[in-house]
């Protein structure tokens, strides 16, 4: 498996434009993880998916972030309008919930690198 | 809530030596795995190690090993035999077995020297 894709690597984007950021999980997997790394804030997670349904989005910092997994093998992160503090390395996460007592370990993209400026 | 605390920011050794990185989490769940990723400056988040809390056995895989203490709620990481390949960011993460949700502490540096 290719693991993992996140799409672009890199953005540079002005204040107030809309950002979308891509990912594609492992096949297979059921969960979906959208992180945010700073280094005042280091790694926060933002929403999880199961299934493709919204599980937790209590870490979404405003309004002016939305995420979005239309089907099993795709998801977006949308900033609209995005503003300097923004700027941050966004990573995507899936995994495999196994039944019982036992939990796959979640799998990284390489992260999209945002500068907002 | 559950925390995750990493008392190192910064930590360095030299090759070939043995390291131990610190990590004390907090929780109310008895159901939960707790994990050691690696972040190479290349910024791609790898597994390193995973401990399942109904384990008493401390986890291994190859030079990195875990000293699990749950009734202190303390999870280290050493490194044997270091290399300068080890050198990353090192992060602690707690995972809850009831929600599949990672909390990660605020990452440990480590500089492996030659």
């Given at each position: 498996d290719a693991g993992v894709i996140q799409s672009p690597r890199h953005e540079v984007t002005e204040m107030g434009q809309e950002v979308t950021l891509r990912c594609k999980p492992i096949s297979g997997h059921d969960y979906l993880f959208w992180y945010r790394q700073t280094m005042m804030r280091g790694l926060e997670l933002l929403i999880y998916f199961n299934n493709n349904v919204p599980?937790?989005?209590?870490?979404?910092?405003?309004?002016?972030f939305s995420a979005k997994m239309p089907n099993a093998s795709f998801s977006t992160l949308k900033i609209?309008?995005?503003?300097?503090?923004?700027s941050a390395v966004y990573f995507c996460a899936s995994s495999k919930w196994l039944a019982g007592v036992r939990q796959d370990e979640q799998y990284f993209g390489p992260g999209t690198r945002l500068t907002v400026t | 809530a559950q925390t995750v605390t990493q008392s190192q920011p910064e930590m360095s050794v030299q090759e070939a030596e043995t390291v131990t990185l610190s990590c004390t989490y907090d929780t109310s769940e008895s159901n939960y795995y707790l994990f050691w990723y690696k972040q190479p400056p290349s910024r791609q988040m790898i597994l390193v190690i995973r401990q399942e809390a109904y384990k008493q056995q401390n986890a291994t895989e190859n030079r990195f090993s875990v000293n699990f203490q749950k009734a202190a709620k303390s999870f280290s990481l050493k490194i044997s035999?270091?290399?300068?390949?080890?050198?990353a960011m090192y992060f602690c993460a707690f995972g809850s077995g009831n929600t599949g949700k990672l909390i990660f502490g605020q990452g440990t540096t480590l500089q492996v020297k030659p």
């Amino acid at each position: 498996d290719a693991g993992v894709i996140q799409s672009p690597r890199h953005e540079v984007t002005e204040m107030g434009q809309e950002v979308t950021l891509r990912c594609k999980p492992i096949s297979g997997h059921d969960y979906l993880f959208w992180y945010r790394q700073t280094m005042m804030r280091g790694l926060e997670l933002l929403i999880y998916f199961n299934n493709n349904v919204p599980i937790d989005d209590s870490g979404m910092p405003e309004d002016r972030f939305s995420a979005k997994m239309p089907n099993a093998s795709f998801s977006t992160l949308k900033i609209q309008p995005s503003e300097p503090r923004d700027s941050a390395v966004y990573f995507c996460a899936s995994s495999k919930w196994l039944a019982g007592v036992r939990q796959d370990e979640q799998y990284f993209g390489p992260g999209t690198r945002l500068t907002v400026t | 809530a559950q925390t995750v605390t990493q008392s190192q920011p910064e930590m360095s050794v030299q090759e070939a030596e043995t390291v131990t990185l610190s990590c004390t989490y907090d929780t109310s769940e008895s159901n939960y795995y707790l994990f050691w990723y690696k972040q190479p400056p290349s910024r791609q988040m790898i597994l390193v190690i995973r401990q399942e809390a109904y384990k008493q056995q401390n986890a291994t895989e190859n030079r990195f090993s875990v000293n699990f203490q749950k009734a202190a709620k303390s999870f280290s990481l050493k490194i044997s035999d270091s290399q300068l390949g080890d050198t990353a960011m090192y992060f602690c993460a707690f995972g809850s077995g009831n929600t599949g949700k990672l909390i990660f502490g605020q990452g440990t540096t480590l500089q492996v020297k030659p």
